[in-house]
């Protein structure tokens, strides 16, 4: 399970021209999933997400998690992250999980996150969606469980 996370002072994601999903400061954090992700790895991943220290305390310094600056997250699936880039000069996607799999993964964390924290937007899978954001700082964190 990979996930690209950016901390934003804005994002939302649309679909035909709607807002799906929209946040104001938190984490916007695009997912992908491999064959071998689990529902143990989706409880690793949603663990660090809204535990990680990416927002700054008093003193300017980053110690303070999503849900202690009462921030949004928005969860977006993006299954080009699992590709494989390695050789040649257009990605393969052989390593990424079925989209029958990866559809229920994304489902699966986006459940479990609604059940831990109530500030939770998604993207659409499967759909062509439109991300908009304001990355904060910018501050960008690749994570890979």
């Known amino acids: 399970m990979i996930c690209l996370i950016q ?4 994002a939302h994601v ?13 984490i916007l954090a695009f997912v992908g999933f491999q064959p071998d992700d689990t529902s143990d790895k989706i409880h ?15 003193n300017d310094k980053m110690n303070l998690n999503v849900q202690q600056v009462f921030g949004g ?5 993006q299954f080009t992250l699992a590709a494989d880039t390695q050789s040649g000069l ?3 996607f052989s390593a990424c ?3 029958a799999m990866a559809t229920k ?8 996150a609604q059940l831990n924290y109530s500030n939770i937007a998604t993207g659409q899978f499967g759909a062509d969606m439109k991300v908009n954001l304001t990355n904060d700082g910018p501050v960008t964190f690749y994570f890979e469980i």
């Open 73 to 77: 997250l928005l969860l977006v699936p």
């Open 7 to 10: 901390r934003v002072s804005q």
């Open 44 to 58: 690793k991943m949603l663990h660090k997400l809204l535990h990680y220290r990416i927002f700054v305390d008093e």
């Open 90 to 92: 257009r990605p393969s």
């Open 97 to 99: 999980a079925p989209p």
């Open 14 to 26: 649309s679909v035909e021209n709607q807002i799906i999903g929209q946040i104001e400061h938190g």
């Open 105 to 112: 993964l994304f489902d699966d964390l986006v459940q479990k």
